[in-house]
């Protein structure tokens, strides 16, 4: 991925241009000459758009104003302290006096509906759209070089002098304050995507930190000050002018490429609303514009690069073939994946499969896509007017997902999962802490929402069997991992702590992670509801420090799973062919060919695998043979105690309390009327109370309840003490041998049900 820097021929601003700013394809420029110019996406000059009375220090459009059909409005600031809002046709609409000395930076928020600026003064305020004042934020000593909005316009960054500070809007929040440079800050901007902050300076760095101050990435020093910077739309990637160069980087922030231009240090950057192009104003006058090409997608044999804005080319690794692709219009968004190719431009949507590049399936377009996630079976494309479409490889619109509160321009890969059956989103609108569910065959919503003490950062949905194997993962803003399965009201379950990314395997229920400088396999993360204490030996834990701060998975696919180390580049981890050949046999029920398996290769992390697989699909047999493969004893006669129950209520009552699900088990043993067995598995929960309660409510097996409690306080030496069984002892005479008598009746008369059949 790198930037194709366009010339324009040496023409420019006749001074220094101080600001750039995108309305849909053109840009304009403000400068110390005192105009505003107008240049098209090509690098051409097609005139002014207006005169200032004094130099210009930054500008941008409304953002509402491309969104809505609004009529546009440029906001201008001035070196004079005041800054004007501007008609599409050039025409001052309003001045407004703002700071004492220069208006140094000036944004617009992200809804259009209030303006932010900082200045020489060591003042920053908001404004109204209209350019009302709303209120004075902070008061620094220093001046403030540059300032921007937080996401959903909640708080504000802004540098001031080597600090930055972080002011929430709301009444009585605590402001943030942090040592981020070693000499001067001059840009700062924060992405409303990620929530990520990224900071240049007079150090010659630029770095990238969390919205809690804490630090993700330090560039090397760079030959000369960082002089601007700015997120793409949608911050998957960022851009740092220097002197005569323009700096590409991966939001991680290692350096994607260089590129060189002519117009001595860059002070403003700007990109398109698409994401396409970027443009600079630098020092000498002159406008560099840099197309965004190489973008590459690559699944096994197969790569997809951009090699122009309009044109992709297609490399079969192993066939060494290569086929070209162009198109109408510019190409926006590419995902490769599934055995298709999913291309949008700015007008169209085409649809390639893999095995046929030359019929593809062509649809029209209202709007650009913000975002395009692939299945098996259909793929995601996301707008801002239509919200989220599920569409099939052949162009069909299946559904059309929305909810209240949805910001589909906000939506990215890490907030969003796809599988063929169920969409997971990360719901913004409640502070990040809720993850909907969504059945992608009609657009309902779909189980049980979660709810999070903590924003939620990152959640994947895994990609084996049918929609009630679903299980979404997700990392919080504590760097914690959780587990919970889609279907059902299971709690959520916390599998690893200081985890970087999560990602599910492709076609398989294997999950990989990164936690602590470590890289961790989990063969099987469904042991976590079955049994806990073998969910170590199912996973596989290597050393990743050499992969430096950062790392992150890219793919995992097949025996491999690709990762980014911190400076860019990519290794690959090996990994066992075994756990995925028992996966693709589990999937199938080939419960003899997987036993198999595990003998033939006789790695305990395999059999224990087996084993979590077995119990939760009722295999006793099969779980029989992999206790006795990982050597656990005692689940090994656990099991072959289950297998001499009579009846089969009994028997799936016993492996829900295996999975410590004690009211699961109650539930099934009530429904079957085995109403002894439910109360005695409370009993071996210590659910006195419980248990008490189930056997007067159905006037059976009192005495044995209060039998069971009587040995238990007798084996722990104390004394009865709860005043409830103080009262039933009082009342009810416990006979031993009537007890035991009533006991192995209500064994007789449960194995002479029916339905009682012994385990085969």
């Not at 066939?319 to 692709?325: Q, S, V, Y």
Request: hydrophobic fraction near 40%; include cysteine.
């Amino acid at each position: 991925m790198r930037l194709l820097i366009l010339h324009n021929n040496g023409k420019g601003h006749r001074e220094l241009a101080s600001a750039v700013s995108w309305d849909g394809g053109q840009l304009v420029s403000g400068s110390d000459d005192q105009t505003v110019q107008r240049w098209t996406a090509e690098g051409h000059q097609s005139g002014q758009v207006c005169s200032l009375d004094s130099y210009c220090t930054d500008l941008q459009w409304c953002p509402a104003g491309s969104q809505d059909g609004s009529a546009a409005v440029l906001a201008v600031a001035c070196t004079d302290g005041s800054f004007s809002l501007f008609g599409g046709s050039g025409r001052r609409d309003k001045q407004i006096k703002a700071h004492k000395g220069a208006v140094t930076a000036l944004r617009w928020s992200s809804e259009g509906t209030a303006i932010l600026t900082a200045g020489e003064d060591g003042q920053v305020k908001t404004w109204s759209g209209a350019g009302m004042l709303r209120s004075t934020i902070a008061t620094a000593s220093y001046p403030v070089y540059s300032a921007a909005w937080g996401p959903d316009s909640y708080a504000v960054v802004y540098s001031c002098g080597k600090d930055l500070s972080i002011v929430p809007l709301q009444s009585g929040s605590k402001k943030l304050v942090w040592q981020a440079h070693d000499r001067a800050i001059l840009k700062v901007d924060w992405s409303s995507v990620n929530d990520l902050i990224i900071s240049g300076g007079e150090d010659c760095r630029y770095k990238v930190w969390d919205s809690l101050g804490r630090l993700l990435y330090q560039s090397v020093p760079l030959a000369s000050a960082v002089t601007a910077l700015v997120w793409s739309p949608t911050s998957e990637i960022f851009t740092v002018g220097t002197y005569n160069s323009l700096l590409l980087c991966h939001a991680s922030g290692w350096l994607c490429s260089k590129a060189f231009t002519d117009t001595g240090s860059i002070l403003s950057l700007a990109w398109t609303s698409d994401g396409t192009q970027v443009a600079g104003a630098g020092a000498s006058g002159q406008i560099c514009f840099g197309r965004l090409v190489g973008l590459t997608a690559e699944v096994g044999a197969m790569r997809a690069v951009l090699t122009d804005r309009n044109s992709v080319e297609m490399y079969h690794l192993l066939e060494e073939t290569k086929d070209e692709l162009d198109f109408r219009d510019r190409v926006i968004k590419m995902c490769l994946g599934h055995g298709h190719l999913v291309v949008a431009t700015a007008m169209q949507c085409c649809i390639y499969s893999l095995t046929s590049l030359n019929t593809p399936q062509i649809l029209d377009l209202k709007e650009t896509p913000t975002l395009i996630m692939q299945a098996e079976r259909c793929f995601l494309m996301v707008t801002r007017s239509k919200g989220m479409q599920v569409m099939t490889y052949e162009g069909q619109q299946v559904c059309a997902i929305k909810f209240q509160g949805l910001r589909p321009e906000l939506l990215n890969e890490h907030i969003v999962s796809l599988s063929n059956d169920t969409l997971a989103v990360v719901d913004l609108a409640e502070k990040g802490k809720v993850i909907r569910f969504f059945d992608t065959a009609q657009g309902k919503p779909q189980g049980q929402v979660v709810t999070h003490s903590t924003v939620i950062v990152c959640t994947a949905i895994n990609q084996q069997g049918i929609a009630s194997d679903r299980q979404v993962v997700f990392v919080d803003q504590s760097r914690d991992l959780w587990i919970r399965p889609v279907a059902g009201k299971s709690p959520v379950v916390k599998l690893a702590s200081m985890v970087d990314c999560a990602v599910w395997h492709d076609s398989v229920g294997m999950l990989a992670f990164i936690a602590d400088h470590k890289l961790v396999l989990q063969y099987y993360p469904n042991m976590v509801f079955v049994d806990k204490e073998l969910v170590a030996t199912t996973s596989c834990v290597m050393n990743a420090g050499e992969l430096g701060k950062g790392a992150l998975i890219s793919s995992f696919s097949g025996s491999q799973c690709m990762l980014r180390k911190g400076d860019g580049s990519e290794v690959v981890a090996k990994v066992s062919p075994y756990p995925l050949v028992l996966h693709q046999l589990l999937a199938q029920h080939h419960w003899d060919k997987a036993t198999k398996l595990c003998h033939a290769v006789k790695e305990a992390s395999l059999w224990a695998c087996l084993a979590g697989w077995a119990v939760a699909a009722g295999e006793l047999n099969t779980a029989e043979l992999a206790f006795a493969g990982c050597e656990e004893v005692d689940k090994l006669q656990y099991m072959l105690y289950i297998k001499q129950l009579p009846t089969r209520e009994s028997r799936l009552a016993e492996l829900a309390l295996y999975k410590h699900n004690v009211a699961e088990a109650e539930a099934i043993l009530l429904q079957a009327g085995l109403t002894y067995r439910a109360i005695i598995v409370n009993v071996r929960a210590f659910k006195w109370e419980r248990a008490l309660q189930l056997a007067q409510k159905h006037k059976v097996h009192v005495p044995t309840v209060l039998l069971e409690r009587s040995k238990y306080l007798a084996k722990a030496g104390k004394a009865e003490t709860d005043r409830q069984f103080q009262q039933c002892n009082s009342e009810v005479e416990v006979d031993e041998a009537m007890v035991k008598q009533q006991v192995q009746q209500d064994l007789a008369d449960e194995a002479a049900r029916p339905g009682a059949v012994k385990y085969v």
